[in-house]
């Protein structure tokens, strides 16, 4: 157990540093882009008048920039955990709302944003996924 903490709370190396903040910087931004979308369907498209879904989105709004606020004060593995769940729980939100509905609402692919959110959800996942790979590849080394 004590060393699950002590792998959580690795950074990478000086050497691999650069490249691991960009990853940071790039997943971070990922979640920021879904944050804003899921704002604009809140605010301007009338998705705040859809019962129980409507206050979900401003949730994954306010969490996404906290998470991503998180992301880039800290940069260390538990970060890159937490930005890849929370990417992947938004994702699964809107696959399960497209296939089959969630919570009462059925969404559509062709819904506003729905294929760039789906892309930068995906995206997110994918980056995160890498820098997890740097540094626990990094911390093998040690």
Same mark, same amino acid.
């Given at each position: $157990?004590? $060393? ?8 990478? $190396? ?19 882009? !879904? ?5 604009? %369907? ?13 206050w979900? +989105?401003?949730?994954?709004? /306010? ?7 998180? /992301? ?13 769940? +929370?990417?992947?729980? !938004? %994702?699964?939100g809107? %696959? ?6 969630? %919570? ?8 506003p944003?729905?294929?760039?959110? +789906? ?5 997110s ?12 590849? !990094?911390?093998?080394?040690?």
């Amino acid at each position: $157990m004590k $060393m699950l903490i002590e792998l959580l709370r690795r950074r990478s $190396m000086p050497g691999q540093r650069s490249a691991t903040n960009v990853v940071f910087l790039l997943g971070a931004a990922g979640l920021l882009v !879904t944050s804003y979308i899921h704002f604009h %369907l809140w605010h301007d498209e009338g998705y705040r008048h859809i019962p129980t879904i409507g206050w979900l +989105f401003l949730l994954q709004v /306010i969490s996404g920039v906290l998470i991503a606020l998180l /992301i880039l004060a800290f940069r260390e593995l538990w970060t890159a955990v937490i930005g890849a769940g +929370f990417a992947a729980s !938004t %994702l699964v939100g809107f %696959l399960l709302s497209v296939t089959r509905g969630f %919570l009462g609402f059925r969404d559509s692919w062709f819904a506003p944003f729905a294929k760039e959110a +789906f892309g930068f959800e995906v995206g997110s996942i994918l980056v995160f996924a890498l820098a997890i790979v740097l540094i626990v590849r !990094t911390s093998a080394r040690d």
